[in-house]
Each structure stands twice: as structure tokens, then as C-alpha cells.
């Protein structure tokens, strides 16, 4: 050790080994973030007209990740080249049940090719559509109100089936939630629960809509609580106040800008190691990129990761 006495070596590597260890401790802080996210439905007016141009239009507002909600007629390899040339990555994309079950494998392959991590089904179904085919106010609205205990076991059947195929192809199947899963199915029982307690957590994850849960007389602080394994990403959307004439009839707007309060629920995001907090803006009463903006950056002062 010429020009280096013994004490100089251990008292420097004693320095190194503590910087090492800082890093470490940063590095695990930072993955312990949940990553910030855009769902793409958010642009839904948009991508049909320039699918590209829009993509770097949700770039330019600061994200990195989306969340897809239909590839509008482009092939895998297409939406992927697209995505890349944006700068973006595309973790996960939204399919309703009967859509998924009309073409199982092709959207799997597709899924797998595009490189997700995350198959996510939109919205649940029934074991006979004919159910609620001549329902008054279409099919969405009878599933809103009229969903059973044992449509929900149906569901939760099929969640366990498409998600063992998902996951042997190294991704993860997930369902996301609206309002009608807090609907109480007698004693207290909800679809939401009747879910949780049917379906496989090796093979089943959740996507929670933060928004819906409250809107639905959920609170996700609670949910994440009680169930910390089972949530994978969230849906960030903020509200308007209810409309007393029609309180079922909600509005999403620009996040900090409605009623949802966010604070308690990253932070218990933090501590159930949720990988995604995906932004979805459904409404808006300014320019959708001024929008966006003003959303990536309340969840980047949240302290979230960008990338």
C-alpha cells in the first residue's frame, strides 16, 4: 500500500461502503414510488385522427409510461415503433371482458408483442349477455345497477382462466373498477369483495380507480389497508362535486381542481408497493394538453417517479 497507510485504507473504505449503502437505501426509496402513468383514454377525441402525433403530444406533457385503451387498427409492431419514437412506454393496456373472451389468444400474443406488463379488464360481463340486452338504458346501465353476487363469481371464474394464460406468457392479468362493484348485493356485500375473495392473487391483480372507489362509497386508504397485496396499479382521476339533482352522474376534471384528496392515498400507496398511479382525465373544459399538464405536474409535486 505505497503512499496509503492502513488507517487512511479502512477509514476510506469505510467512506465508500457508506456511500454504497446511501445509494442502495435512494435506489430502494425511489422504487418504492409508484411510477407515474397516462391512461390513454384521456386522448380518446385525438389518437383516431393522429395516433403518433398524439402520443408525443402526452410526451411533451412530462409522461413516460401509458396505459393503453385501444391501438386503432395498428399492428403491434406499429403501436410499439410509435411509442418508442415518442419516448413512451406502454405497461399496460384496458380490454372489457366480452372483448377479451371473443379473442383470448390474439389479444394475449398482441399484448406480449407490444411488450406489456399488465393485461387489464375495463369492465366486467355477464355469463349470458341476452341478461340485459333489451335492459332500459342499454347494457352498461343494468350491469351498473343490477349485477349479482353470482355475476360476480362468473366474472371472477373467468378473471382465474384468462389470468393463468396471461401469466404464462410473463405478464399480469388485472381487473379495474367503477362504481357498480361497491353496489351493496345484500348484507353488505359488494362485487368488489366477492372478487377479491374469488379470484387467484397469483394469477389476479387490481387496478384501483381511486375516484370510482370514493364515488362508489369506497375508501381506497381502507381497501389498500386491508387487502395490500392484491392492488398493482391506481387510477388517478379527480371529481367535481356531485350534481344533487343527479349524485350517480359524476365529472372528472383536472387533478386538484375536484374532491378527491390524494395525500392519504399515495401515501398508503407507498407502503402496499403500488408499481403505477396512472392519470385518467375523462372531461375537460380547457385544451386537453394544458390539461395534462397541469395533471402531470400535481402528480410530480406528489413526489411520485416521472420515469
Same mark, same amino acid.
Given at each position: @500500500? ?30 418504492? +414510488?409508484?411510477? %407515474? ?19 408525443? @403530444? ?8 401509458? +396505459? ?14 410509435? @411509442? ?23 389479444? %394475449? ?33 343494468? @350491469? ?12 371472477? *371464474? ?13 405478464? *399480469? ?86 374532491? %378527491? ?6 401515501? +398508503? ?10 392519470? +385518467? ?27
Amino acid at each position: @500500500m505505497s503512499g496509503i497507510s492502513r488507517r487512511d485504507f479502512v477509514a476510506g473504505g469505510s467512506t465508500a461502503a457508506a456511500f454504497a449503502l446511501l445509494q442502495s437505501k435512494t435506489a430502494l426509496a425511489a422504487a418504492s +414510488e409508484p411510477a %407515474i402513468g397516462l391512461q390513454l383514454y384521456s386522448v380518446r377525441s385525438l389518437l383516431p385522427k393522429d395516433f403518433a402525433g398524439t402520443l408525443k @403530444m402526452v410526451a411533451a406533457a412530462g409522461f413516460r409510461n401509458v +396505459e393503453a385503451a385501444g391501438f386503432y387498427d395498428h399492428s403491434a409492431s406499429e403501436a410499439k415503433q410509435m @411509442m418508442a419514437a415518442a419516448g413512451l412506454n406502454c405497461v399496460s393496456a384496458h380490454y372489457p371482458l366480452a372483448t377479451l373472451i371473443k379473442s383470448e389468444d390474439e389479444t %394475449i400474443a398482441y399484448a406480449k408483442a407490444l411488450g406489456l406488463e399488465y393485461v387489464i379488464c375495463s369492465s366486467p360481463s355477464v355469463a349470458d349477455p341476452s341478461k340485459f340486452a333489451n335492459a332500459p338504458g342499454g347494457a352498461w346501465q343494468a @350491469m351498473l345497477h343490477s349485477m349479482t353476487a353470482d355475476d360476480w363469481k362468473w366474472n371472477a *371464474k373467468q378473471f382465474n382462466r384468462i389470468g393463468e394464460k396471461v401469466k404464462a406468457q410473463g405478464m *399480469k392479468f388485472g381487473y379495474h373498477n367503477h362504481t357498480m362493484e361497491f353496489r351493496d348485493l345484500g348484507g353488505g356485500n359488494i362485487g368488489l369483495e366477492v372478487l377479491l375473495q374469488n379470484t387467484e392473487p397469483s394469477v389476479v391483480t387490481f387496478e384501483m380507480d381511486c375516484a370510482w372507489v370514493v364515488a362508489g362509497g369506497g375508501n381506497p386508504v381502507d381497501l389498500m389497508s386491508r387487502y395490500p397485496t392484491r392492488f398493482s396499479l391506481l387510477h388517478v382521476k379527480d371529481l367535481k362535486p356531485a350534481d344533487p339533482q343527479a349524485p350517480e352522474k359524476r365529472t372528472s376534471t383536472e387533478l386538484a381542481h375536484g374532491v %378527491i384528496d390524494y395525500k392519504p392515498i399515495f401515501a +398508503e400507496a407507498r407502503k402496499v408497493g403500488i408499481r403505477y398511479a396512472i392519470v +385518467e382525465q375523462e372531461d375537460f373544459d380547457m385544451p386537453i394538453p394544458d390539461a395534462l399538464k397541469i395533471d402531470f405536474e400535481f402528480m410530480k409535486a406528489a413526489g411520485l417517479r416521472t420515469s
